[in-house]
């Protein structure tokens, strides 16, 4: 008996974790539900084929000062094209994906319901965003909160001065993870282990075999403690009736 309980559990948990493998976060400008969309914008146009963001949505992540958020990635001056071309990639990932399922949690935020939580990016991905932003100038180390908005756009509080780069993050991995509040988790895996998310592609997106790979570990440890409390119980039971 114990053995069929398990299976039942198991087969619930494999439904509950497919949902996760193709669906978009509850936040400010993703789509209920991900699906196909002609026309995105430029650097976006990859998710094309099945995106959680739309097209104006698209058009948005290009721009310096977004509608989308408000958001100004020149608070301390011009950015070099090369590094906003990784900002622009990192936009387009986050609101177009319809694959991170496995590390979307909720959030305690008036602007969205949920967020991400440490996606494994992937090592050649991470260091690139780094060399190449690491003559550029930031305030912050985490983007995601403690800007002054008084102007409606956000500016480097009075307490902060700019800095280069390599002296606010010195390293790949405290930028990949420092900059939106461990959103993204930096990894030693490289694209072609299949273990690490990418944030940009061509071709068809590899990001859903890698979310596959994370969902199927995840529901062999939930499946594995149920059952040996299971087991556990009824033999237990078992034997007070013997």
């Known amino acids: 008996m114990w053995a069929v309980l398990a299976l039942l559990f198991a087969l619930s948990s494999g439904a509950l974790s497919l949902d996760k493998l193709n669906m978009c976060m509850d936040a400010k400008h993703h789509k209920i539900e991900p699906g196909p969309e002609g026309k995105l914008y430029s650097q976006c146009a990859p998710w094309r084929d099945n995106a959680c963001c739309m097209a104006n949505t698209t058009e948005g992540a290009h721009n310096d000062s977004s509608y989308l958020y408000n958001f100004n990635w020149e608070h301390c001056g011009p950015m070099s094209d090369q590094c906003k071309k990784h900002f622009i990639q990192d936009t387009c ?54 800007w002054d908005w008084s102007t409606g756009f956000n500016r480097c509080p009075k307490d902060s001065k700019c800095r280069n780069w390599t002296e606010v993050y010195p390293t790949p991995k405290s930028m990949c993870e420092q900059i939106w509040s461990n959103s993204y988790l930096y990894t030693t895996h490289i694209k072609s282990t299949g273990r690490c998310m990418q944030l940009w592609f061509t071709g068809e997106n590899p990001n859903r075999k890698v979310a596959e790979y994370y969902i199927k570990n995840a529901q062999q440890r939930q499946t594995v403690a149920p059952t040996i409390l299971l087991f556990l119980a009824v033999t237990s039971f078992s034997g007070m009736m013997y």
């Not at 959030?107 to 996606?119: C, H, M, P, Y």
């Open 93 to 146: 990932f986050y609101e177009c994906s319809p694959h991170l399922g496995p590390w979307i949690q909720k959030a305690d935020e008036g602007w969205r319901k949920q967020r991400i939580l440490g996606v494994p990016l992937c090592k050649e991905d991470c260091e690139s965003w780094w060399e190449d932003c690491k003559n550029d100038f930031t305030c912050k180390t985490n983007w995601h909160k403690g």
